[in-house]
């Protein structure tokens, strides 16, 4: 039953990018909040007498225990991670079934609207339905187009039938039906959009100075004695870090693309089919002049080799036909002697006037781009990369779940070699590096690196994997087998990190006593002066606004500098430098922002204005028909998910 709803991940990623992703999604996450506030923590809104396979019904609406389970799956890991967790087991039961009831809340929010449109008789014809359905890009074929033997594969795939997927795909286009004109309807008053444009387009104008800590003076070396002293006072600095020693298995687009191969047979199909793109001609820049007759072009072809200008050219012509032909392959020019003459003829040369079958011409080759041929070895990693670039998303789809369950039956040590998950073991730190410091070879870069290190130091040692969704389109599961804590280092072993970190403070502190001495007298003289410290860096009149940053201007003064008024200063630090500014002037411009940004805030706010109403409208259809939850159901989808719960 379970596997049924994978289709949700699958198939129908389309219609949860429509629905989730989009405002209609955001309207109904709204709900989310109702959540606590409706139900609160402890209790929920009608205790059901049901079984075990229904976990809400709102008037004939019902939201099964399964598909429950099915959205808990996809959603709980990642609000997990938004609670500071890095996997669902980590949560405690009370906040688990508190997420699920959350998640339950949205389901029973778009139940809501289908029973609304029921009791409206809104009706969505069959022909809707099935123009939809045929858009949906999993259901193509080679063509593009639809076809039903991927669609019949698909759902045989995914143990599906077809009057789920229809029924799915109907009610999708019912709730869009419903909420759509109401907040595509939507409008904002031009005061409110005045406004918001006056105050995104406010500008401010600042001189900053930047202090960097590393070009201060290098005090000279202390004695022991006050090296003793400040590492007695710093334990914290000087530590060996905590070791961890980990098992990871990586399925990544990465990691599968060299599993995927294609037929040799298709991919010289598709080198011959694509012969265009292998194999380019020859083609040249031309710009060429036809004339009646030879007199006509003997004086052209005189007066442009005289003055070199295609526009004296042109002008001489009068009005005989005049073209540039940029990029022009030979297939193109259809006289024959024409073409010869053109595809013969140096760059940059003048020609004769030249006889063809429509009269004389005259011509000039500005350009020559030589043709190029792609052998067929050299296309063929090409045409296979591009087709494993393609084919990745879906084949990480389909061995999501054989890698879950060997996961669940085995743990990391039989990960099987068909999936394309790479697997390995070692010891890192937690910036990622082995205890003689170089890069530990996790199989993944990037923002998938730091998730997986991240995962490994967050998780408890011995605790059992799990699947967890990284950047990218990645997945991965980690297990720690042990644990080396941090422990100090000696004074004898630490005294050249000592004295770096010694010498690192007191250079910071000679940029704090510059910045300072500056802010104090900016702070009074309401102007930015000049300072004598080492590689100060001063940037002036530098102009920022809401609606048109300004990268230049460092990220710790934005903190401060759009509140400030002209002449106030202030003074912010990075983990490099001290910044002192000061605000010389703020401005509105006249006008404050162009017709094409109007529009765009205009659209942005009605849009979110017709999201307030829809969500207004989803709030007041649950007053009116309440949803009725089902503690059993809810424990179930709980069980079936993997997140705890319990079953019949």
Do not use: C
């Not at 077809?162 to 005061?191: C, F, K, N, W, Y």
């Not at 020019?333 to 003459?341: D, G």
């Not at 179930?636 to 319990?646: I, P, R, V, Y």
């Amino acid at each position: 039953m379970f596997d049924k709803r994978w289709i949700l991940e699958a198939m129908i990623s389309y219609l949860r990018r429509v629905f989730v992703e989009s405002w209609l999604g955001r309207v109904t996450a709204v709900l989310v909040f109702l959540a606590f506030v409706g139900w609160g923590v402890g209790d929920v809104i009608g205790h059901m007498d049901e079984g075990h396979d229904v976990a809400a019904r709102v008037g004939k609406q019902t939201i099964t225990a399964g598909s429950l389970a099915s959205a808990l799956q996809a959603e709980l890991p990642a609000a997990a991670r938004q609670a500071g967790m890095s996997d669902p087991s980590q949560l405690s039961p009370i906040m688990r079934r508190q997420m699920a009831l959350q998640i339950l809340q949205r389901l029973t929010g778009r139940a809501e609207v289908l029973e609304a449109a029921r009791n409206m008789g809104l009706i969505i014809p069959d022909s809707a339905v099935r123009d939809e359905i045929f858009s949906l890009p999993n259901f193509k074929g080679a063509n593009g187009q639809f076809d039903r033997a991927t669609f019949n594969a698909i759902l045989q795939q995914r143990h599906l039938t077809e009057e789920h997927v229809i029924q799915l795909v109907r009610d999708d286009l019912t709730v869009r039906a419903v909420l759509l004109p109401m907040a595509e309807g939507a409008s904002v008053p031009d005061i409110m959009v005045r406004r918001f444009i006056t105050f995104g387009a406010r500008t401010h104008v600042v001189d900053f100075t930047r202090i960097p800590f590393a070009t201060q003076p290098t005090p000279a070396a202390p004695d022991d004695k006050a090296l003793r002293r400040y590492y007695a006072n710093h334990p914290w600095l000087f530590r060996v870090p905590e070791l961890r020693h980990a098992q990871i298995v990586v399925l990544s687009p990465q990691t599968v693309a060299d599993t995927l191969t294609l037929d040799e047979n298709r991919i010289k199909q598709i080198y011959e089919e694509q012969g265009s793109r292998f194999n380019t001609p020859e083609t040249r820049d031309v710009q060429l002049i036809t004339l009646p007759t030879q007199e006509q072009a003997q004086s052209v072809s005189s007066i442009w080799r005289t003055s070199g200008d295609w526009a004296a050219a042109q002008k001489a012509a009068g009005n005989a036909a005049s073209v540039d032909m940029p990029g022009t392959s030979a297939a193109a020019i259809p006289s024959e002697i024409l073409r010869k003459a053109i595809f013969s003829a140096p760059a940059g040369d003048i020609s004769a006037p030249v006889k063809t079958e429509a009269g004389w011409a005259v011509f000039r080759i500005s350009n020559i781009k030589p043709g190029h041929v792609t052998p067929y070895d050299a296309a063929r990693g090409q045409i296979l990369d591009e087709y494993r670039k393609a084919a990745t998303p879906s084949a990480i789809s389909e061995r999501l779940r054989p890698l879950q369950d060997a996961i669940a039956a085995k743990g990391l040590d039989a990960i099987p070699d068909t999936l394309g998950a790479v697997a390995i073991s070692g010891t890192l730190n937690a910036q990622g590096l082995t205890a003689e410091g170089t890069p530990a070879p996790i199989p993944a870069s990037g923002a998938v690196r730091d998730a997986i290190i991240h995962q490994i130091f967050a998780q408890k040692e011995g605790a059992p994997p799990f699947l967890s969704e990284g950047p990218d389109n990645s997945w991965f599961a980690v297990v720690v087998d042990t644990v080396k804590p941090s422990a100090p280092l000696s004074f004898e072993a630490a005294r050249p990190q000592v004295l770096a970190t010694w010498q690192a403070e007191n250079r910071r502190h000679a940029a704090d006593l510059a910045a300072t001495a500056l802010y104090t007298a900016a702070k009074d003289k309401g102007a930015l002066g000049s300072t004598n410290a080492a590689g100060a860096q001063t940037t002036r009149g530098a102009a920022f606004a809401l609606a048109t940053p300004n990268k230049n201007i460092p990220a710790e003064l934005m903190t401060a500098l759009p509140t400030m008024k002209p002449g106030q200063a202030f003074m912010a630090e990075d983990d490099n430098a001290f910044f002192v500014a000061v605000v010389t002037r703020v401005f509105v411009p006249n006008p404050p922002a162009p017709e094409q940004a109007v529009s765009k805030l205009r659209a942005g706010l009605s849009q979110a204005v017709g999201e307030d109403i829809a969500a207004s409208y989803i709030n007041a259809l649950s007053r009116n028909t309440p949803p009725r939850i089902s503690q059993a159901g809810v424990n179930t989808a709980l069980a079936e998910a993997g997140f705890g719960g319990s079953t019949p």
